[in-house]
């Protein structure tokens, strides 16, 4: 069976990997010819997204699924319409859109901000007046590692979120959550329906981009992790999802508040490579190849850390025990998620003290500094 | 670092989806198109095995290994004239010839099976005199899966056993070693001489062929753990490997006793992949590109079980908790390693129950019938 996947970057890549012993072979939709997923398998895609490009990426397997969820929803619809596409348009179509996502987390009951659509800089007021400050501005679409966002603290600012964000409209602004710390939890539904979700990772952030992932996030109640199961597998079933998604988190004093959703693997899911009896990237492989689902139990406590702009001595970082570096073959630039490290132990204690040796040897230290 | 692999069957693919992780990219000597290693780098070598193809393979790649150990020495030699061979040629000449590795044996008191050069009929019948019945008679090079094999039980059949591997000669005749089970470990040396030992695998034949391994295997004493780490320590060091080794072994009333090693990942150790902390073959790819080692400790017990000759319903399979499939790209033919499942569990008792389901879902049940 020949897998098709939209993006050639580093999931794709790992799905790839993941995918090879069962004999699947991978075909990418990207224009990169240097991207992340190139050496496993072929490449279609051009810069102009090409109507010839999709149709020759669409002869070239039986199945397709995507890697990143910024691709036009028409697209999807297109192949669609002629072969099996996994997660669905209607998980797509979601996913992409925040009004959309806050829209089904209200259908399903699951505590969210409360939120504005802002189309001018009118509903900007009021979303003020209604929702009060502090109050969060996104782009309804396209965003992500904090990119088309503003936090508006103070009504003087209404107008310079306004004309910084309105190429973007329509926007969302949400209510300011107060929140302890963020989780995510990520699921996987198979073609027949059946679920397993992996345990909660505490995801640390540093200016605005994932810098750290533990797993099982620690003090967290069986009550916490059954509400996160909860919540994502009334999306899944909703959705009539197939494949891997995730669900982003705030943990409040008052219990957990959905924040987002991605229709597929996640850089808080890449310690599953390791950390987890069956990676994250192996069962969305099974569930868009029609397969069971593999068991998402975490096998020790592990940590996920990205590396970012800079690469770190690959030879320090392996010296450390229990450490598997994951490079996607990038080249350098600031920001970018050139890989990511993923650190086990058998005591939590254990794992911090790892994740200080890691740190000593990353360039860009993100988030690990104040860890 | 680009990593130039003699031979592109499971080994250099399961090797080559190990090393990617690190940013390894790869080439393989391999003549048929359609081997295994075939989607995850360039193949050279052809039929005839020219000098331009070796010379082309030469130039593809910054760092060479091996993925079965019946190459010529002489190209081995001619390689690491110009580029980094690992393991060395002296790892590949002993490995290769079943003298050698007797001789070695005793070079470093460890314990084997006594044995006779034979080079024709008369020592043959010199060797029965010497060593008595029942006496197992191998060539001395080439022979793998049970083939290059003949075991004398009775004195009349001395002419037979000339006849059917005198075209192997010089062989060597092996002394009966009456044995409770078959045992293997796997240890691997890096460019700095550092060393790992993965737990000892209880390792079951079918016919010639390996059906399937338990490890770590039950009922193993630290001692006799010890003592097999002691054993391939000491064959790391003396050949000055680099890479991973494979020593299997006689577990006897009296000890353990050598049997033979190769001087590469083996089959035995594929359980590795998901039940170990670090693979063999990621430990491989790590000598091999001169990084530190990994963590060998198994996380969990686990069997790795052979598919040989017709592949199970791939569903069926992984429908069973903490089951993974290798699936080697292979057409069916009897005899054939197909690929492997890996089963793990929190204890041996679990284990054996899903091995019990494994095995109904599998064609050629191999030894798993007898479980």
């Not at 072929?42 to 890697?67: C, R």
């Not at 001018?120 to 009021?126: I, K, M, S």
């Not at 088309?148 to 600012?157: E, K, P, S």
Request: hydrophobic share 40%; proline share 5%; aromatic share 8%.
């Amino acid at each position: 069976m020949k897998i098709g996947i939209f993006g050639g970057g580093q999931l794709g890549r790992m799905m790839a990997l993941a995918g090879y012993p069962f004999n699947l072979r991978f075909s990418f939709y990207e224009a990169a010819q240097d991207c992340p997923s190139a050496p496993l398998g072929q490449l279609y895609g051009d810069k102009d997204a090409s109507q010839a490009s999709l149709d020759a990426f669409i002869a070239s397997a039986d199945v397709f699924t995507y890697e990143f969820e910024n691709i036009p929803v028409a697209w999807v619809e297109y192949i669609a319409a002629k072969k099996p596409v996994y997660p669905s348009v209607k998980s797509l179509a979601v996913s992409q859109n925040r009004i959309n996502e806050k829209k089904l987390f209200q259908c399903l009951n699951i505590p969210a901000a409360a939120y504005h659509e802002v189309h001018n800089q009118a509903d900007l007021t009021q979303a003020v007046a209604v929702l009060g400050l502090p109050l969060v501005i996104k782009t309804t679409m396209g965003g992500y590692d904090g990119k088309g966002q503003f936090v508006i603290r103070d009504a003087t600012q209404v107008a310079q979120a306004w004309s910084e964000l309105q190429a973007g409209a329509p926007l969302i602004a949400e209510a300011f959550i107060s929140f302890e710390r963020e989780l995510s939890i990520i699921a996987v539904r198979s073609q027949t329906g059946e679920t397993q979700c992996y345990p909660l990772a505490w995801n640390t952030h540093y200016q605005g981009i994932l810098s750290h992932s533990i797993v099982p996030a620690p003090q967290v109640s069986p009550q916490i992790q059954a509400q996160a199961e909860q919540y994502i597998t009334q999306i899944l079933h909703e959705l009539n999802h197939v494949g891997v998604l995730t669900l982003e988190l705030f943990q409040t004093l008052s219990g957990l508040y959905a924040n987002e959703t991605a229709p597929r693997v996640h850089n808080s899911g890449h310690w599953s490579i390791e950390g987890a009896v069956c990676s994250q990237f192996e069962n969305h492989m099974r569930a868009v190849a029609g397969l069971p689902l593999g068991v998402t139990d975490e096998l020790r406590p592990s940590a996920m850390i990205n590396i970012i702009g800079q690469h770190p001595n690959t030879a320090a970082i392996l010296a450390i025990p229990e450490t598997h570096l994951h490079l996607y073959g990038k080249t350098e630039r600031a920001g970018r998620k050139l890989g990511h490290i993923t650190v086990t132990a058998s005591t939590y204690q254990a794992l911090q003290t790892r994740i200080a040796q890691v740190a000593a040897c990353l360039p860009n230290k993100m988030a690990l500094l104040n860890h």
